[in-house]
């Protein structure tokens, strides 16, 4: 019963929080230019901030694990390929093939990795997970670019991914925490607390949004293609590589922030990939939001699973 209570407490403030942007969009507070202003302001700046907030107040003896760096990495990697072989056989249409493939294998780490990590071990073990994402963004900026270049048939333009990396507020914001930590700068107060106010608005803005961006009407049009993404970003990705990081002896923090990277849903970025690289863009803005409203009951299954057999 403590690990079904605790499993709640971890997931349900996220489902009422997005809640809140639902209702909000459904009394018309929200409109669809007020989203999208208010999606590119959070992840150009408050997002950000948090990521070079947790980075900089990092205890880098103790928050740095480059073995739970390389295994995500790699399981990343092995979980992209493996989709670019599977997916062209389940679907032909050559727009949407790039979309599911980018909708599975990049998760929404970013959102809920530190909310998801503070709920089960305390501020103390953002670290771990703001090291996480500063390895794991760009290389999903480095594979999604990639994938819409080949199943557009295009030449790979190298100088377009490398630029779209190097851009990425996120990259930047990660960079320049390090830099900060590896020099021991020290922030003024006055800037460090404003910087720390700004950190706080990041994730449940993020997940007011996410709410605001729920729609139900299409999915008679893309129901196969749902499912396809739901199940292979919140059930099966997880259901593979969570046993082999348990047998490699990733526990507690470390195993929490692998199974919020393979398991948390699409990242909400992927629509705007989609969008830009001339994809199918309405399935990969549907996909945010089913696998969005679905990780609301799969991360609770997850998280009480591990609970109960002791891993985290």
């Given at each position: 019963m403590e690990n079904l209570i605790l499993s709640i407490n971890v997931v349900l403030p996220l489902f009422l929080t997005m809640s809140i942007g639902y209702l909000i969009k459904k009394i018309n507070m929200f409109d669809e230019t ?163 106010d700004i950190s706080k608005i990041a994730t449940p803005l993020a997940l007011i949004l996410l709410g605001g961006s729920f729609k139900f009407s299409a999915i008679k049009d893309s129901f196969k293609q749902l499912m396809i993404a ?83």
């Open positions: 007020t989203l999208k202003t208010m999606n590119g302001i959070t992840f150009k700046i408050f997002l950000p901030t948090l990521l070079f907030y947790n980075i900089y107040n990092t205890d880098l003896e103790t928050m740095f694990n480059p073995k739970l760096m390389i295994f995500t990495t790699i399981s990343v990697i092995i979980i992209f390929t493996s989709l670019c072989f599977i997916i062209p056989l389940i679907e032909r249409d050559i727009q949407k093939q790039p979309v599911l493939i980018q909708a599975i294998f990049r998760s929404n780490f970013v959102i809920f990795g530190i909310p998801v990590t503070i709920a089960l071990f305390g501020e103390s073990s953002t670290g771990v997970a703001s090291m996480l994402i500063a390895v794991i963004v760009p290389l999903f900026n480095i594979l999604s670019v990639l994938v819409f270049e080949i199943f557009r048939g295009s030449k790979i333009n190298f100088k377009n991914i490398i630029k779209g990396v190097i851009s990425n507020p996120l990259i930047i914001a990660s960079a320049i925490g390090f830099l900060f930590l590896l020099l021991k700068v020290i922030l003024p107060v006055p800037i460090e607390k404003t910087v720390s739901v199940f292979g970003r919140l059930i099966i990705v997880p259901g593979i590589f969570i046993p082999i990081a348990i047998l490699l002896g990733f526990r507690d923090v470390e195993l929490t922030c692998f199974l919020v990277a393979l398991a948390s849903p699409t990242a909400v970025s992927s629509f705007t990939m989609a969008e830009q690289m001339g994809a199918d863009s309405e399935l990969a803005g549907q996909i945010v939001v089913f696998t969005s409203g679905a990780s609301v009951i799969s991360v609770f299954l997850w998280i009480f699973i591990l609970k109960e057999l002791l891993f985290i």
